[in-house]
């Protein structure tokens, strides 16, 4: 099956700064990536959709200065947490589409846990 | 809006016993709908999909899920529960015409050995 590395796969950061979150579709070409938060015992709540070569998407609610993102290339799309707070912690999973599946079947990363002191 | 409902937070069952997770949904148009397992501190893995024909959809590690239009419902199951299938399961519907996906707020199933 398709591959999606995320990393990293635990950080822990003081408050005020900046923290990177690298998905990166290893074995297949992804043009739209989605990017995921999902807190303790609940549900992914779906932050934005990566789009290659043009600007995310949001959902309603998510700040897009606070949460950028990246899609750079075909391969590899990137999560910028700015300026953290301890309310941003959480384990943020991205998740690719593999093109010729049915859309939603999606090939999820192994998720990153973020904690902000 | 959008939804789609997991009704039981917690599912217990013996090993060996048959399982069933529930889901129902309420979304626009046809959709696509999914089952998709998440062991602790790992992403999501997909099980099976519907997207159409027959209604009894066969996925990973002997899991199947029945389509039931008239119930809005996608009860995922299994004829034999492994002490291994624990873990937590999600629910997802992607709308129609949506290209993103829509969870279930998550089924944790512990096989009991």
């Known amino acids: 099956g398709a591959v999606v590395s995320q990393h990293p796969s635990w950080v822990i950061c003081k408050s005020g700064t900046s923290v990177k979150i690298e998905c990166r579709s290893l074995?297949?070409?992804?043009?739209?990536m989605f990017w995921y938060r999902q807190f303790p015992k609940q549900s992914l709540m779906l932050m934005a959709t990566?789009?290659?070569?043009?600007?995310?998407?949001?959902e309603q609610g998510v700040e897009k200065d606070k949460f950028l993102i990246n899609h750079a290339s075909l391969t590899l799309s990137t999560l910028t947490v700015t300026s953290a707070h301890p309310e941003d912690s959480s384990f943020y999973i991205c998740?690719?589409?593999?093109?010729?599946?049915?859309?939603?079947?999606?090939?999820f990363g192994e998720g990153s846990r973020l904690t902000v002191l | 809006a959008q939804s789609v409902a997991q009704p039981e937070d917690q599912v217990n069952v013996a090993e060996g016993n048959p399982l069933t997770v529930k889901c129902t949904y309420s979304?626009?148009?046809?959709?696509?709908l999914f089952w998709y397992v998440q062991y602790p501190n790992r992403g999501l893995q997909f099980l099976l999909k519907?997207?159409?024909?027959?209604?009894l959809v066969k996925g990973s590690y002997g899991f199947e899920a029945e389509f039931n239009k008239s119930q809005t419902s996608f009860h995922l199951k299994k004829p034999s529960a492994l002490v291994s299938d624990s873990a937590l399961y999600f629910c997802a519907v992607r709308p129609g015409g949506a290209n993103n996906l829509f969870f279930g707020t998550g089924t944790r199933l512990t096989v009991i050995p």
């Open positions: 990566s789009n290659e070569g043009s600007k995310a998407t949001y």
């Open positions: 998740s690719a589409q593999k093109p010729g599946l049915a859309a939603g079947e999606l090939f």
């Open positions: 519907y997207i159409t024909g027959d209604n």
């Open positions: 074995d297949f070409q992804a043009t739209t």
């Open positions: 979304v626009s148009g046809n959709p696509y």
